[in-house]
């Protein structure tokens, strides 16, 4: 897909490792200025440092997407250093090393955190990023959601069903600044979260259900991410792409 975003800037969060950076080297070798952007700055420089190793055009900028003003200051440092943004994929959120507790018994604040970070972390950062976006006349937003939304996922999967939500809501509220978005729901993805939170065995047994038998690579997902961020899905808006080798199955 070289060249289908040339000219724009698209903002990645959680980009300092797994799927993020996977989206984030993607979206650079479609064409686009990469603003890498996570809570760990020293990831996210790796990754940008790489990009640009590479040829392509990356910054890393560090952000708490538990806090507006960090996600505005990471707009604004998009803003500065490349013009505007196009383009935001809300990939971060607390996935490895997440504590999978009871809904009935675990910790309350916990409970919260995993909303605030996961939930409402990509709620600020829209909010952060759609007055460039519409300043330029339009953009697009990429939601990280999950299949755990559709399954008895806890905390995590619930936040998941939110960012579902979430995504056909605001298609409707920012769809008159011709900003388009809409949100991948991976299944298991092959990234260090993934091996050091669910166990090996518990992972085959998924992929041994699954249409296509393997786990999914980051590059697996980031075809469809770009394709989202393209303007060959210029009428599409508040939907879920499920892309999962066929672990899914809706009607
Ligand atoms: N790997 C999978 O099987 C899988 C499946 C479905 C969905 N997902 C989703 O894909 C995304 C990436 O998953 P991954 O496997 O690469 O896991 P990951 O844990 O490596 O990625 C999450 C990234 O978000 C960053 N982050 C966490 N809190 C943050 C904060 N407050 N502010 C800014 N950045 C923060 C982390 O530093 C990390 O780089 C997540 O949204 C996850 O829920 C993963």
Redesign the pocket.
């Known amino acids: 897909m070289t060249g289908v975003l040339d000219d724009k800037v698209v903002i990645v ?10 989206y984030a080297r993607a979206i650079s070798e479609a064409g686009a200025r990469v603003v890498a ?4 700055e020293g ?2 420089k790796r990754v940008a440092d790489a990009i640009q190793a590479e040829g392509g055009d990356a910054t890393p900028v ?6 507006l003003e ?1 996600c505005e200051a990471m707009a604004e440092a998009a803003v500065a250093t490349y013009g505007g943004i196009d383009g935001l994929v ?9 504590k999978h507790e009871s809904m009935l018994s675990g910790d309350f604040d916990y409970y919260l955190k995993i909303y605030d ?2 939930l409402h ?1 990509a709620l600020r950062c829209v909010r952060a990023c759609f007055g460039p976006m519409s300043e330029r006349g339009g953009g697009a937003i990429v939601n ?5 939304a559709w399954m008895p996922g806890g905390t ?1 999967g619930i ?2 069903l939110g960012i579902n939500g979430l995504t056909r809501d605001l298609a409707m509220e920012l769809g008159g600044m011709n900003i388009r978005i809409n949100a ?11 091996r050091g ?2 166990p090996g065995e518990i992972i085959d047994g998924i992929v041994s259900q699954m249409a296509l038998k393997r ?2 690579q ?1 590059e697996d ?1 980031a075809g469809t991410c770009v394709f989202l961020l393209s303007e060959a899905s210029a009428w599409m808006t508040g939907q879920i792409l499920t892309v ?1 080798g066929g672990h899914t199955f809706r009607v």
Do not use: H, M
Not at 37 to 40: C, H, L, T
Not at 144 to 148: G, K
């Open positions: 969060t959680g980009a300092a490792g797994g799927i993020g950076e996977g952007a996570d809570i760990d990831g996210a560090r952000v708490d997407i538990a806090s960090s809300n990939n971060a959120a607390l996935f490895g090393g997440i970070i996961n972390g990280q959601s999950s299949t755990a995590y936040t998941k991948i729901a991976p299944g298991p993805t092959d990234t260090e979260a993934l939170g669910v786990r999914g980051p997902l999962d």
